[in-house]
């Protein structure tokens, strides 16, 4: 469940590549901070990525 509530960012899949060349799958999560905050004028607990944290999308409760 590495998904933001409030921008909708999530999991990112890709490749390690090795000095070879040789690629491996890799996945690249999200950094989901779990938050009191105010929604619709009620307190609830939120999943939120700390780039919405840090830009004020969400405000704590």
Do not use: Q
Not at 18 to 47: C, D, F, L
């Amino acid at each position: 469940m590495a998904k933001c509530d409030v921008c909708g960012k999530g999991v990112v899949f890709g490749h390690n590549v090795s000095h070879s060349n040789r690629k491996t799958n890799r996945t690249w999560k999200p950094n989901i901070r779990r938050v009191k905050a105010v929604v619709e004028g009620s307190n609830k607990t939120v999943y939120v990525c700390s780039r919405c944290l840090r830009s004020g999308k969400v405000t704590r409760a």
